[in-house]
């Protein structure tokens, strides 16, 4: 398997998820834009992904699967017995989908791009947010009582908020109306599978290139 990836985006929950499962997954790094290119061999990124964003998987068929949320159940669903996804058919599956898609439809792109191209002016910020703070006063609430998402084991969507809520820091958020969500970030983030991850992304971004 190949993860396409951009240090500091999105594709963390992917990267994230394969460390805790343990599995050997070739990293691919990809410089975004409009000229979007991988950077080990060149080739134009539109190729694998028209849409030129990142994450993406190639399986060991040669076949891509795009969209995070769609990766990160295909990866949770190859170990099911690591207990990163509940098992399809039950309600609790169905509350991961919920959460996957808030993450997904009203954290994520809240987030991106309102709050990481300024070209789209202060107002969009401005609602970007508003919109936000109104999704972690929801989370706040969750989190009161439980540890993860979806009560007290660690799971996808755990590796999916994490890194989009995290994103708080880059965009000056101020995470202190939020203490069980800012000592949520703290307790994912002191997970071995997420520590060697942010490891990893750091000396890419450095590299610098
Ligand atoms: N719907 C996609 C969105 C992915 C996405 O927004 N990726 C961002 C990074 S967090 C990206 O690659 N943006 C570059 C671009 O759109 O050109 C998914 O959830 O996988």
């Known amino acids: ?30 410089r975004l834009g409009a000229d979007a290119v991988v950077l080990a061999d060149g080739r134009d990124y539109r190729t694998l992904n028209p849409l030129g964003y990142v994450p993406l998987l190639e399986l060991d068929d040669g076949s891509l699967l795009s969209e995070g949320v769609a990766i990160l159940l295909y990866l949770a669903d190859l170990v099911p017995q ?70 007290e084991r660690f799971g996808i969507a755990d590796a999916y908020l994490f890194t989009i809520a995290d994103w708080a820091r880059a965009t000056r958020i101020s995470l202190e109306p939020y203490p069980h969500l800012a000592a949520y970030l703290e307790r994912v983030r002191g997970r071995d599978s997420v520590a060697s991850a942010l490891r990893l992304e750091k000396a890419a971004a450095a590299e610098q290139r």
């Open 1 to 30: 398997m190949k993860l396409y990836f951009t240090p500091g985006t999105c594709s963390l929950a992917p990267h994230i998820v394969l460390r805790e499962l343990g599995l050997d997954a070739e990293l691919r790094r990809v």
């Open 82 to 151: 690591a207990g990163l996804a509940p098992p399809a058919g039950t309600r609790e599956r169905v509350e991961l989908h919920r959460w996957l898609t808030f993450i997904s439809a009203e954290l994520h792109k809240s987030f991106s791009p309102w709050l990481f191209h300024p070209k789209y002016g202060e107002q969009a910020a401005e609602v970007a947010r508003t919109r936000i703070a109104q999704r972690f006063a929801l989370v706040e609430r969750h989190l009161r009582d439980r540890d993860f998402l979806l009560g």
